[in-house]
């Protein structure tokens, strides 16, 4: 059984920094390629960052960019997603998702940590 668990999340003011992690179980981790994604309210859910296998390569939506890092630890199979300057904007469920490498219709997904930018 694979799982993804998510935490870090919680309430922060205007400004601030977060550190969301992800711990992956079940898989072979290094074969996956992690992603963070995010759900406001009364909105689809949608891509914020994306690290490959070999953790060289990664990729923002441009709502995020120089602001949000993401980072894996292949020994204890987490990835990370390091948000700060956080908006308001960027409140949200945030969701990571593991997908193959060399097949990419085997993907999971966590259950999500919530994250509230709010004075």
């Known amino acids: 059984q694979v799982y993804l668990v998510e935490s870090g999340g919680g309430l922060v003011q205007p400004g601030g920094s977060l550190t969301l992690s992800c711990a992956a179980s079940g898989l072979t981790f290094t074969e996956y390629v992690m992603n963070w994604y995010r759900q406001a309210p009364g909105k689809e859910r949608e891509f914020v960052a994306r690290?490959?296998?070999?953790?060289?390569?990664?990729n923002y939506a441009d709502s995020v960019k120089g602001r949000f890092s993401i980072s894996r630890d292949d020994a204890k199979n987490t990835v990370s997603l390091h948000m700060k300057n956080l908006k308001p904007d960027d409140t949200a469920v945030y969701y990571c998702?593991?997908?193959?490498?060399?097949?990419?219709?085997?993907?999971?997904w966590g259950q999500g940590t919530q994250v509230t930018v709010s004075s």
């Open positions: 690290i490959s296998t070999t953790g060289v390569v990664t």
């Open positions: 998702s593991a997908v193959h490498f060399f097949r990419s219709t085997i993907s999971y």
